[in-house]
Each structure stands twice: as C-alpha cells, then as structure tokens.
C-alpha cells in the first residue's frame, strides 16, 4: 500500500466513514425526519467507501506509473551504457477544490484513473520486454557475485497486507515506493553506501518504509517464518522462488545483512548482547529497491516447498507447536539449499501426481 506521504502529494486523502442512526425505542416509530436522516447516512457512508476505494486504486496506479517511468529510464540506461540524463518524475503537491458535492469528487477521481491509465500497459510491457533483453545480454559479461558463496535462489515469502509492493507483472518493490530511486551504481549494495545503519536497523528491526526488500537463501529458515503466520495467510503460492543470476544480470543490488552489519560496525543481538542487532544471519539477505518480475523463476506453495525440502533430506517438520519446529530444524539444516534444477524437477513431479 501507498506510504501516507504519498497519497497526501497525490491530494488523495481517505474520507472518514461515519455513520449515525436513529433507532427505535420501545414502542416509538422513527419519525420521517429520523427515517430521511438514516436515508441520508446510509448513502453518504456508501459513497465514502467507494471514493475510498477508487482513491487508493488512483494512488497505486500512479505509484505504478512512476515507478514504471523510472524503471524505463534506469533500463535503457544500462543497455545504452550511460546515465541519460533525463529529469526524474516528480510529485508534486495537488490542491483539492473546496466545495464539491462527495459524487463530484468521485466523478473527478474517475477522470483521473482513467486518464492515469492511458499507455500505463504498453509501458510496462515495453519495460518487460527490455528487461528480457537486459537478461539474456548477461552471458557476455562478468558478473560481480557480493559474497563469495552468492547462492543460486533466493525465496521471498508474501502475503495480502505485506511490507512493499507486489505483482505479477513487475515482480517486488520496496515499502517506501515510489520514493526510492533507482542506483545507477555497477558494484555491490555493500560498496554503493546506499545503506546505513539507520536504515538497516528499521528492515531488520522496525516498520517504517524502507527502500531495501528481505529475501532468504534458506528454505528452511523461510518454512519457519511462514509457520508463525495466519492459517488463512498460508493458502496458495505465496513464495517466489528468485534466481540469482538474473538479479545480477538486472543489476540489481544485493548483500547479506551479516555483511552489511559487519561493514557498518554493528554487533548482532545474541544472549549476550541484547542490544546487538536482531534478525540479521547469514541466511538473511536485502536488495535495493525492486526484485524485476523477469527474475522470479516462480512461485510455490507452503506444501510444494516443505515437500521439496523433504525429499532432499532438509529439514523435519513435525507437526505439533511452531516453537518445537524451530527446534526441531536445527540451525545446521539452515544451510541446505535447494537448486533451481530440484526446484523444476519438483513441480514436473507435482503435476505428474
């Protein structure tokens, strides 16, 4: 969802949904005054919440639109092989007319989205295809791994109501989009200074929007996370499954949060350090900005991965409490990973059944 910063320069602010009714006491009709008033608060409450709704779909479509116009940029840059220097979208403060009727507004807001979506598909079809082109390009030069044991894939677990952003067509963005711009750095996240301590504490220990996205190298680690979620969170195929070539390919950048701790001076949290910075390991990774829809091989359910991980020898799953299960793991099954060539095998073998 929109940061709240960007929907009040897009001038798009949620209405209150409120309502008041009068009710029946005892034996004492509404009087057609109260019935007219109820009338009156139904429809009005009606109408917010379908302004609400085309507002926030506004808000995500131009979120969309200027995160697509930067992505086109920093694309074509990397295939031209310099920085075009073309000024950047920016947002700009819109002022709401006073005095409209709520079905005014509404109407005005429905202008807007429909003008806003004009060429927004061709758009993110041209970006796909350059990216394409972008990936299949990458055999032709040397690749610069962060970390001398850079794993084949990385998974991203997601669910309705996730920090970032998600799609089909554009893969993964970070929660502080559009806000973050691309990086126009050739090297690792680790040499780019892109990351400080600040904002490596707030993604590994806080809420606010951030500008990097969590992935893991770990299946394991990433079964346990999704154990501790909502049973109706854990439905469908919820982890994307991330090569890492072709995120390096893209260019995109990326490190181990130990790495990027260690770089910066900071303890990690252990029993005697509780202080340290908690959640970062070795497993634990973030990348800058956007994971491109080109470079998810693709996505798996909770039972296809576990699945998977048991016929590889990785992991146990029993089925009692999640704190036994973290247990149960151990860290040393932390370390096993899956290849994409086990990943492909596992689905053929899943449709075959």
């Known amino acids: ?47 917010s919440v379908e302004f609400n709704r085309i507002q926030l779909k506004l808000c995500c479509l131009l979120d969309d639109k200027l995160f697509v116009a930067e992505s ?52 993110i079809e041209t970006l796909r295809m350059l990216n394409r082109y972008l990936i299949s390009q990458a055999h032709s030069k040397p690749m610069e791994y962060p970390e001398s044991d850079t794993p084949e894939l990385f998974y991203r677990a997601f669910k309705c109501g996730s920090h970032g952003r998600h799609s089909v067509e554009l893969g993964f963005r970070s929660s502080n989009q559009p806000l973050t711009p691309p990086a126009y750095h050739d090297g690792t996240l680790l040499n780019s200074l892109l990351v400080n301590k600040d904002s490596l504490t707030n993604q590994c220990e806080g809420n606010m929007p951030s500008d990097l996205i969590a992935l893991s190298d770990s299946p394991s680690r990433v079964l346990n996370i999704i154990r501790a979620w909502d049973y109706s969170d854990r439905g469908g195929d919820m982890i994307a499954v991330v090569n890492v070539s072709k995120l390096l390919a893209m260019q995109v950048l990326f490190n181990r949060t130990t790495t990027l701790a260690e770089k910066l001076g900071m303890k990690l949290w252990s029993g005697h350090r509780p202080t340290g910075l908690q959640y970062a390991n070795p497993n634990y990774w973030f990348a800058y900005r956007w994971i491109p829809a080109e470079c998810i091989e693709c996505y798996v359910s909770e039972i296809f991965l576990r699945k998977a991980c048991q016929s590889h020898g990785i992991g146990r799953w029993p089925s009692y409490h999640f704190q036994h299960q973290l247990t149960a793991v151990g860290e040393s099954n932390h370390d096993a990973r899956l290849s994409l060539d086990e990943i492909v095998a596992s689905k053929f073998q899943s449709l075959s059944m």
């Not at 949904?17 to 057609?32: A, C, F, K, W």
């Not at 005054?33 to 009156?40: L, P, S």
């Open 1 to 47: 969802m929109p940061v709240y910063e960007v929907r009040e320069l897009h001038g798009l602010q949620d209405l209150p949904v409120v309502t008041r009714y009068y009710i029946r006491v005892g034996e004492n009709p509404l009087t057609e005054e109260q019935k007219e008033h109820n009338r009156i608060s139904h429809q009005t409450a009606k109408l």
């Open 72 to 123: 086109l940029q920093y694309v074509a840059s990397k295939m031209a092989g310099t920085k075009i220097q073309t000024a950047s979208p920016k947002i700009e403060r819109m002022e709401t007319r006073q005095g409209l009727t709520l079905s005014e507004k509404t109407d005005i807001l429905n202008v807007r989205l429909r003008d806003a979506s004009l060429g927004h598909q061709t758009d």
